[in-house]
């Protein structure tokens, strides 16, 4: 290699290295709105309906939201019940505990303003890997709707 091409060649390797650094940049799990087995329309939840299902009830079923999917997870009551440990996170939607890996007051909200790409990685992890595949889902979130709902409006104004 001659000279100048070498020295192009050093020069462009940094912006390339910085290129590819920033098109890794992690893309969360896209939730898909789905209709339930049998052809039942999903509903929609509000925060105060989802907080009828925190266990205390024991008439009603335990519901749990992640990324605004309602899931029903009554048969992991032992994880879940009045006095178990993760009962903290039920009848709410608690992503952001689930991205952290915390189970502290302040944590227990959807807003996952501000995490990093690792952390939301983690909370798609144990979407798609605890929640998806062993229990079943029975709603959406309200705010995941109307977000999904903008996101279709920008589309079709070229704005996504
Ligand atoms: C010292 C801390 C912790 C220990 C020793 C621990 C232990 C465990 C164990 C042993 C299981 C598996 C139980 C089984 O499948 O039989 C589990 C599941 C789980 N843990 Fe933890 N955990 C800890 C902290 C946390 C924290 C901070 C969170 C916060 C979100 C959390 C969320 C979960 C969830 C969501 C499951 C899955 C439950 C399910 O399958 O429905 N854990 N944990």
């Given at each position: 290699m001659s000279a100048a091409k070498s020295s192009l060649f050093c020069l462009a390797l940094p912006y390339f290295c910085f290129v590819l650094v920033l098109c890794d940049k992690y893309v969360p799990v896209r939730v898909e709105i789905e209709t339930n087995e049998g052809g039942v329309p999903p509903k929609m939840f509000t925060a105060d309906e989802l907080a009828?299902?925190?266990?205390?009830?024991?008439?009603l079923p335990i519901y749990l939201a992640l990324k605004g999917v309602v899931f029903?997870?009554?048969?992991g009551k032992r994880f879940?019940?009045?006095?178990?440990?993760?009962?903290?996170?039920?009848?709410?939607?608690?992503s952001k505990a689930h991205a952290l890996w915390s189970l502290e007051e302040k944590d227990l909200t959807h807003d996952l303003t501000g995490l990093t790409d690792k952390q939301l990685e983690g909370l798609d992890e144990v979407y798609e890997k605890t929640y998806k595949p062993k229990y079943p889902v029975v709603g959406y979130m309200d705010y995941l709707i109307k977000q999904q709902e903008d996101d279709i409006q920008k589309r079709f104004k070229n704005e996504l």
């Open positions: 009828k299902y925190d266990a205390s009830d024991p008439e029903d997870v009554t048969s879940y019940g009045k006095e178990s440990d993760y009962n903290i996170l039920v009848g709410k939607d608690a």
